[in-house]
Structures are given as C-alpha cells and as structure tokens.
C-alpha cells in the first residue's frame, strides 16, 4: 500500500538533506514508491538517489520537476529556457534536444521520472499558475510539442509526465489556494484542451498528472479531477485507453484539502484511479486510511493491485543511473546557447553599455512564499563578462550609460494574482523617468512571464528574458554586453 505514496524532499541550504535524514529512514521502513526531490547539489542527489534505490525493498521512483531543465532544480546541472520560449522558436529540433539533455542530465543523477512536460493551453491571461510554462493556445500544436518532448525523453530511459489532465488553462484560480472551476462545455475541452493529452497517450506517455480542478461538463459532482471517477475511470481510462501511470497532482493543495484531511483525500484519488500519490501530508496517516477504506469496501482491493503493478512496472522499466550518454560538454554549452537564442528584444535597438553599468532591481515577488530563482545571476554574469555592473536604487552620476532595471515578475505558486503590485509599477517609472531627466536611456529586463512587463507601459528597450532562472539571466546579461560602443 505504501508503495503507492511518493512524499517530497526538500535540499536545505544549510544542511542539504541532512534534515531529512529521519523522514528518509521512516518512509523507506513504511516502504513508499520513491520520493520527489526539490533542490540539491548534483553529487548529493546523485549519491541519495544511490543510496535510496539500494535500501528500498522495491525499484524506487526518484522525481523532480524538471520542466526548465535539470538546473531547474539541482546545481551544477544545465538550466533551460521555458517550455513557452523553446516553443516560440519554432524549431521542433530544439525541442527535441532540450529533452533529451534534460532527461540524460537527469538519469546519470539517478532521477527516473521527470514531472513534465506541462500541456495546459496557454488560454487565459488571468490564469495565476500557467505563465510562460505552458507552451502555446493551439491545441493541435501543442500535441505535436508534447509528442516530440516525451519521445526524446523517454528514449533516453527516464519517464516523462504530461499535466494536469485534463488541462488547467482555463483555471482562474491557484489550486494551491482554492478549488478551480472550468465552466465550459465537454465538446470544448475535447475539442482544445484534451488534444496534448491525446497525443501524448499515443506517443506511449510514461504517465499523467491531474489537476486540482473541477470540470462539471466532466462530472457533475464538482469534484476536482484528481479525485473524480467519472474524470479518471471513464475519461482517461476508457474513453482515451490510458493505461500507464496516473499520479496525482500535491495532496496538499487546498484545491483537494478543502473539507477533507489530505488522508481522507488521498482515499478518494486512488478510488478514482490514481496510481499515485504524490506529496502526502502524512505517510503514515495515508497508508493507515488507504488500509481502512479497503477493509471497509470503499476502494476495490483489486484497484489497489493495479496501482501497484503499475507503478512497479514503471519503476522497473527506468534505466538505472550511469554514465551510458552522459551529457558532453557540448550538450550543456548548447544550453546556454539556448538560452541566448529565446530572448525577444521589442523596442529596440539596444543602446551600448557605458564604463558603469547601474542596475535597478525591481522584485515583484519578493513577498510570494516559498523558493524562487535567486536574484544575484544578472550581476554575476556581467561583472563575469567585464562588467562594472552596481546595484542602485535609483540612477545616479556614476554612469554615463543606459540604466538597467531588471524586472522580476513571474507565475508563482500562492502569488495569487496575475497583476504587478502598484508599487513595482510606480517604482519602474519613476526611475526611468529619473534616467531621462538626467540624459540618459533605460533597458528593461524581462525576468518572468511577458504579460507582466507590458503592464509597465514604458516607451524604453526591453529585452524579454521568459523567466528568472539563473539561466536566462546570465543569457540576459550576455545579450548586453554584445552591444558594441
């Protein structure tokens, strides 16, 4: 029964997974199916995932996130652009590679099961969680997107997992904070949002994630797919033949947590059909429901029997970790040139930099709770590049030169809004507007979801960077400093 949670680890800057040492050592007792891990050093996760597989009784899951590359999450690795940038290239070869590198980066790790590629249409500008993660408003596109990625990736012997089925494009609510509500037609989802899923059941997809999100024209009963029967069973299971691994989106997520104990929750996902339970507030508490709801009638035993297989057999068929097609030097330089290949310059062109680069940093979610991109790659990365790059709060006589105000606003989880603040808003203009008074020219960096900095409406260079990545901030600060005096 246990084999069917997959809970999540956490690296702690100060201790790396240390801190999690007991937790390890209780879930591998309990005997859970693999763990899902957020953050860490290379080594270190190439050394815990070692060390996990050989203590577990069975073949473990290892996770991540890795829907910008395996620097996503681990340091050391090779960040990539968003999903949306790769797509805007119109180069499905690029895709394609980005893939591959992600997911061989993510094998010799001993990461098996990469939680993406995200195939939510781009649909709604107020959706709080899509931003430049999802790839594009064309269903029948977006498919051929989610073919490419998933072959490359599972080709190289790690699973990839579509989500959220069956799609959250037009959720205008975070499933972190609320329970969404589409309240559109089953011909429109069918005929739109469920196209990359199709798709990607027939490019043989390792497995699909759910969404916290309720579809009444799917089920009547409001339910969020995650744990809704008529969404899994009959949808997923017998309308579109789905028979490879359904893992549920966070059991933490107020979306399915409303009314309910993340237990009580989990209960009622794998009655609906997850094999999976990804993020459990409490192993041992989920098991022991799991255990009550089979006894008392409520989940089939026989249900139960199938999550297991699968998942085993899942878990069976991921090449184990070594050094077969280890990323080459190339490989990880191509990201970078990546990165630099995706950036988008309106308003241009660029003025050249002066002797003294002034830096203006405006943090639109400097207040949104739990990690985000570290802030420094931008000044690293010039001052790396020759640079004299200095952090100001407003221009001054040190520069000569355009003043750079980086911009940093993207989708977040419990940011709960698709707005910048007021502040950040009035903040950016007024030192634009200082910069002119004083002579001299502004670029604006885009460090996040597009969408964002046209609501600045400032008449100044911008150069959109899609995200804040470490990764596209050193490509950010690259594209300066080719500008020739």
Not at 244 to 249: G, K, Q, Y
Request: glycine share 8%.
């Amino acid at each position: 029964m246990a084999s069917l949670l997959v809970p999540v680890l956490h690296w702690e800057r100060d201790g790396g997974f240390a801190g999690a040492r007991p937790f390890i050592t209780q879930s591998l007792e309990l005997g859970v199916g693999g763990f899902k891990l957020v953050g860490g050093e290379q080594d270190a996760v190439r050394a815990l995932a070692k060390e996990l597989q050989q203590k577990a009784p069975h073949p473990m899951l290892v996770a991540a996130d890795l829907e910008c590359g395996a620097g996503q999450q681990f340091t050391g690795a090779t960040g990539l652009p968003p999903l949306a940038a790769i797509a805007a290239l119109g180069d499905m070869e690029s895709l394609r590679r980005a893939a591959r590198l992600t997911a061989r980066e993510a094998r010799t790790m001993g990461v098996n099961w990469n939680l993406a590629p995200v195939a939510d249409l781009d649909l709604l500008d107020e959706n709080p969680t899509n931003g430049s993660r999802a790839p594009g408003n064309d269903g029948r596109k977006v498919a051929t997107l989610m073919t490419a990625w998933i072959e490359a990736c599972q080709a190289e012997g790690v699973l990839a997992c579509i989500k959220h089925f069956p799609g959250m494009g037009r959720a205008g609510i975070d499933p972190h904070i609320a329970l969404p509500v589409v309240e559109v037609s089953a011909e429109v989802l069918k005929d739109h949002d469920l196209v990359p899923f199709r798709a990607a059941i027939s490019a043989g997809v390792a497995s699909i994630m759910t969404a916290h999100v309720a579809y009444p024209s799917l089920d009547s009963s409001r339910m969020p797919a995650t744990l809704s029967r008529e969404i899994i069973l009959w949808l997923l299971r017998q309308q579109l033949k789905f028979d490879n691994l359904v893992v549920s989106d966070s059991m933490t997520m107020a979306a399915v947590t409303d009314g309910r104990s993340s237990a009580e929750a989990a209960v009622l996902a794998v009655r609906a059909g997850c094999d999976v339970i990804l993020d459990p507030e409490s192993c041992e508490d989920t098991v022991d429901a799991l255990l009550v709801a089979v006894e008392d009638g409520t989940i089939d035993p026989d249900r139960i029997r199938q999550s297991i297989r699968r998942r085993m057999k899942w878990a069976q068929w991921a090449s184990p970790p070594n050094d077969w097609r280890r990323p080459s030097g190339a490989d990880t330089a191509w990201g970078a040139l990546l990165a630099d290949r995706v950036l988008r310059l309106e308003n241009g062109p660029l003025p050249p930099l002066g002797a003294v680069t002034e830096v203006v940093s405006i943090d639109d979610d400097e207040s949104v709770s739990g990690s985000r991109p570290d802030r420094r790659g931008l000044l690293d990365a010039l001052r790396h590049g020759g640079t004299d790059a200095r952090v100001v709060e407003s221009p001054g006589t040190a520069s000569g030169g355009p003043l750079i105000v980086a911009l940093f606003a993207d989708n977040h989880a419990r940011k709960e809004r698709t707005k910048l603040l007021p502040e950040t808003v009035e903040t950016a203009r007024r030192v634009v507007e200082q910069a002119r008074t004083m002579g001299r020219s502004s670029i604006i960096l885009a460090l996040g979801d597009p969408r964002y900095v046209a609501q600045l409406d400032i008449d100044a260079p911008i150069v959109i960077a899609w995200s804040g990545d470490r990764v596209m901030q050193q490509a950010a600060a690259r594209h300066l400093q080719r500008v020739k005096r």
